[in-house]
């Protein structure tokens, strides 16, 4: 039987990276309004920046080498369920956002942005500019085929272009199946999101002072409450004995 040719060869390879389809949400970036547009960003990828009763914020504990992985163009971000890695992308993303164009959202949990839809990964990827920033959170969420050859050839395909900066943020359920996959894209910087003694009991600090200020803020509301049931009920009082 004849071996196929190079040239065959790469076709196949072509027309197999281009059945690899996605969702993106799009978010143009509007610097006269960037609260806004960090809002829109949490909500893509559903990180909760402040408490849901009385809408505190949430205080940030940065993981272990966390400055070092601010310096990095493309990152692959993993670790263990719970260790916060999409706000670890969100903080991130914060700190590249001076000349930022666009953000691309892959696998956003809600379409919100002016552009969204599916679209073929290579199409997507030929969008990017080097102002811009693009975002996958769950990985390989959102791929049909998630076998590790599949998986491979996306990020090739996403790291292949330069842009501002790349986060890819790993799904934990995929952890042991995907967490040297970075050994074959050079292209991308694996990130562990872990934290030292001193970050979790820096964190637990934090943590605490923003339950005791929360808590603080309860009671003067409640005590309030309390006192002017207690001077209304006494006003009734002297109206009645005055009657």
Not at 42 to 52: D, F, K, M, R, W
Not at 207 to 212: A, S
């Amino acid at each position: 039987m004849k071996e196929p040719s190079k040239k065959q060869t790469e076709k196949a390879l072509k027309k197999e990276n281009e059945q690899i389809e996605v969702s993106f949400a799009t978010l143009t970036i509007d610097n006269s309004n960037d609260n806004e547009i960090i809002k829109k960003i949490a909500t893509a990828i559903n990180v909760q920046l402040s408490s849901t009763e009385g809408g505190q914020h949430l205080p940030f504990t940065a993981p272990k080498d966390f400055e070092k992985a601010i310096r990095q163009d493309k990152l692959f971000i993993h670790g263990a369920s719970g260790c916060r890695k999409s706000r670890a992308i969100f903080e991130i993303m914060k700190n590249k956002m001076e000349g930022m164009e666009k953000i691309y959202i892959i696998n956003p949990r809600q379409t919100t942005g002016e552009e969204s839809g599916r679209i073929i990964l290579t199409e997507l990827m030929n969008r990017f500019t080097e102002k811009d920033i693009m975002i996958w959170d769950n990985f390989p969420d959102d791929l049909a085929k998630k076998d590790l050859d599949s998986s491979r050839k996306a990020l090739e395909i996403i790291s292949s272009k330069d842009v501002k900066c790349l986060l890819i943020a790993l799904k934990p359920k995929y952890l042991e199946m995907y967490k040297f996959i970075t050994r074959e894209v050079p292209e991308l910087h694996a990130y562990e999101i872990i934290y030292d003694k001193l970050q979790i009991k820096a964190g637990v600090a934090s943590n605490i002072i923003f339950f005791l200020v929360k808590e603080g803020r309860r009671i003067r509301a409640k005590a309030m409450t309390n006192m002017r049931t207690a001077l209304a009920s006494l006003q009734q009082a002297r109206g009645r004995s005055s009657a």
